[in-house]
């Protein structure tokens, strides 16, 4: 037999996992047998059963094999032209800013929303203060514009936004997340004037040949400005947290990231975690920016999860965003801002200097660390801390992460081969922005955003996101993307940087397992690890690339439990 099989022993209500040579029996009935010939495994075996006991993958192999497992409350799934495959994993993205978005206003173009110019924002807004009966003075909160994506191709400013009231603050997030716009109500209410200064790392617009404010704020300067979560109660915000959570289940992950929350907040996610465990593992990153040494000292990981929650580390965010043309480059924008010189590299949005003086305590503390880095500056800042961290050691285990990387040079992936840095790259931007790329970048940068082939042929590890909630964390239109780089025009961008489907695949898999030093426990179909699985209509590798996008979720599991049904 070549069955790998595990040995199940319940001792005072504790289940230890034991594993034995395989002529053995299982002295436990599988809970869930899965039969087909479309299992992908990730781990290069190839079987076509499956078996699960508990939160444990216990044994894979042939279906005669497997089926001797069976007992009589033993579900069987036939998979037929379905496939099985690991749960996905997130590699990136912010699980409390879907959670907080999903029952605010949606200004986003389509695909995602319906959104085609600033008088389709104007009317949105104006319906909702309509159907809700905002009554004035309360805050309006919109998320997603896209000026890309507008008929006018500029942001919309305090004057449109007027348009929509003048008897409410309103405030509407761009969809990057790293601009917003708000109205002369709301900037009254900031105490933003002509006579304000930008912040460090940030900018006021300002009206043309004037210091008087626009209404559109970049970076750190959104900050003067209310959060989204507006009058919602905490238990509103819970209940939100839950039903994101099935959201993102939806999709097939079973691993959520929740990027840049503050330690309060981890607070309450432990607190909420303790008292009904979350149906899916939860990973957050606490925002190292805003921390003063003392307190960002005090700061650890978590080894494990409790109730499906555990802190990953911390994150830094270095710069902007290229759709937003706020990414710190080296070399100018070929377009950038309206009122912009043609030098304009943009900026970065964090200190260099505080980023690379943290660095080597976190890093000799074993603190995982995420650092934001769109434009080649900004990367080259990320790769500079690390290495001063390591100082000259390459032995340290550090999987530090360069989110997004998106204008990483050639020279710059070789350096974090070197460095041991792992690329976590915003592949689903040929799609959503590659047009607008084209121009921001010009044709040969632009068709280098998100390589992923010449990371693959350096033999780097490396992952895939969507950032969530910037667009839907769809993993299949995420693999798609990553698979095809094909743009809103149907240009291809950087066809030389095109993924297959098993390399898209181990990005939302094992690639993403590794990222989160977890790739002993997820990743792959493999007996020990645990059973977070999902299904899909179809075998991705057996249909036209163009089609994977369209591939349906049928079932999500998450640690042997069925967490969604389609």
Do not use: C
Not at 413 to 429: A, N, Q, T, W
């Amino acid at each position: 037999m070549n069955i790998r099989s595990w040995f199940v022993i319940t001792i005072t209500g504790f289940i230890s996992l034991l594993f034995v040579s395989s002529e053995h029996a299982i002295a436990q009935d599988a809970d869930i047998i899965f039969l087909g010939e479309n299992i992908i495994t990730m781990d290069d075996s190839q079987v076509t059963a499956v078996a699960v006991i508990g939160d444990r993958i216990i044994a894979t192999g042939t279906e005669s094999e497997i089926l001797e497992l069976r007992g009589q409350s033993t579900r069987v799934v036939e998979l037929g032209d379905q496939t099985l495959l690991p749960g996905f994993v997130d590699a990136h993205g912010h699980f409390s800013g879907v959670s907080r978005y999903a029952d605010l206003l949606d200004l986003s173009s389509p695909p995602v929303g319906g959104v085609n110019n600033i008088d389709d924002i104007v009317r949105l807004i104006r319906l909702r203060i309509e159907q809700q009966q905002i009554p004035f003075g309360e805050l309006v909160f919109g998320f997603g514009y896209d000026d890309s994506l507008l008929f006018e191709q500029r942001h919309p400013n305090r004057d449109d936004l007027d348009r929509a009231s003048t008897n409410h603050p309103i405030v509407i997030r761009h969809v990057s997340g790293h601009l917003l716009a708000a109205n002369s109500m709301a900037l009254d209410q900031a105490g933003i004037s002509a006579t304000s200064v930008n912040p460090a790392g940030g900018i006021i617009r300002r009206r043309s040949g004037s210091t008087e404010p626009d209404g559109v704020m970049e970076e750190t300067a959104m900050g003067a400005f209310p959060g989204s979560s507006g009058n919602m109660s905490a238990e509103k915000l819970s209940q939100l947290r839950r039903a994101a959570i099935d959201i993102y289940a939806a999709y097939g992950i079973t691993t959520i990231q929740d990027a840049n929350v503050s330690l309060e907040y981890v607070d309450l996610l432990r607190e909420e975690a303790a008292a009904e465990p979350f149906k899916v593992d939860i990973v957050a990153y606490v925002m190292a920016n805003p921390m003063s040494d003392e307190v960002l000292e005090t700061v650890t990981h978590d080894q494990n999860y409790s109730g499906g929650f555990r802190v990953g580390g911390v994150k830094f965010t270095l710069d902007g965003s290229p759709q937003g043309r706020t990414a710190w480059l080296s070399q100018p924008y070929d377009q950038g801002p309206p009122g912009q010189d043609a030098d304009y590299v943009a900026y970065p949005s964090y200190d260099p200097e505080a980023y690379k003086a943290r660095m080597p305590g976190l890093i000799a503390r074993g603190v995982p660390v995420l650092a934001h880095a769109n434009g080649d500056a900004a990367i080259q800042l990320m790769i500079d801390g690390v290495a001063e961290a390591l100082a000259g050691r390459t032995d340290v285990d550090h999987r530090s992460v360069a989110i997004h990387a998106q204008l990483v040079r050639p020279d710059q992936l070789d350096r974090m081969k070197e460095l041991g840095i792992v690329p976590s790259y915003y592949s689903v931007h040929p799609f959503f922005w590659g047009d607008w790329h084209r121009l921001s970048f010009g044709k040969e940068r632009a068709s280098f955003i998100s390589p992923v082939r010449a990371t693959i042929d350096r033999g780097i590890p490396f992952t895939v996101h969507n950032d969530s909630p910037v667009v839907p964390p769809d993993m299949m239109r995420l693999l798609s993307i990553t698979v095809n780089r094909i743009t809103r025009s149907g240009y291809v961008l950087g066809p030389d940087q095109r993924a297959t489907v098993m390399e898209g695949l181990y990005a939302i898999t094992q690639g993403a397992a590794y990222q989160y030093f977890e790739e002993d426990e997820k990743g792959s179909i493999t007996p020990g690890k645990r059973a977070d699985l999902v299904i899909l209509a179809k075998n991705p590798t057996r249909v036209d690339p163009v089609e994977i996008g369209d591939i349906e979720i049928i079932e999500t599991f998450s640690r042997g439990k069925s967490v969604y049904q389609h």
